[in-house]
């Protein structure tokens, strides 16, 4: 029965660092010796097969869109700033007319930390603002604060044509959550301007 359970150990064992490197980009591969034992060695640690290890490689990564590459609208927003790094994961919708917008979103995910990062961003037309929308502009524009539903909102953020919205909690305060932060208003800001 411990031949057993020392077994089962190993084998949990095995596999979890199977996972584990694995993630780090490195290559796992079974390999049988003649008793008829199996085991696992890592066969590369090359995360991409076309570069070679140590060599200057050109970067893979693709060009980052514009904001001529997409829509004027929500969804153009939404692209954009996920191409750049600034959303993450699925959009949740949200009810923008509490603040006189027309179309909200809210995204939830990581950076530098475990779902520390809300990003809402909304839509105006900016040629018909109602009353509640034309008072959450002017403070945000005053002080990136504005009051909904008796609550105060703050870290929120005007596009410099008026039409999108964005607010920005990160519980994360690190040097790189802030420059990440201020990297996604600008591109918010500068957004089809």
């Known amino acids: 029965m411990k031949k057993i359970a020392k077994k089962t150990a190993m ?11 694995s993630a780090c980009g490195v290559t ?13 060695v890592i066969v590369s640690s090359n995360p991409d097969p076309e570069q070679p290890e140590g060599g200057d490689a050109v970067s893979s990564e693709k060009p980052k869109i514009t904001d001529a590459d997409v829509d004027d609208n929500l969804d153009g927003l939404c692209k954009f700033l996920a191409d750049h790094g600034g959303v993450s994961g699925d959009a949740a919708q949200m009810a923008p007319e509490f603040i006189g917008a027309k179309a909200g979103v809210q995204y939830k995910f990581s950076y530098e930390g475990t779902n520390n990062v809300v990003v809402e961003l909304y839509e105006y037309d900016p040629e018909n603002l109602d009353e509640t929308a034309q008072a959450v502009q002017d403070n945000v524009k005053k002080d990136n604060t504005f009051m909904v539903i008796g609550q105060q909102v703050t870290d929120a953020y005007l596009s410099d044509s008026g039409k999108y919205l964005m607010i920005y909690k990160d519980t994360q305060s690190g ?16 957004f089809k301007s």
């Open 175 to 190: 040097e790189k959550n802030e420059l990440h932060k201020k990297e996604i208003v600008e591109l918010l800001q500068g």
């Open 28 to 40: 796992v591969d079974t390999v049988s010796s003649e008793d008829g034992t199996t085991s696992n």
């Open 11 to 21: 084998l949990l064992a095995a596999l979890f660092l199977m996972g584990a490197v």
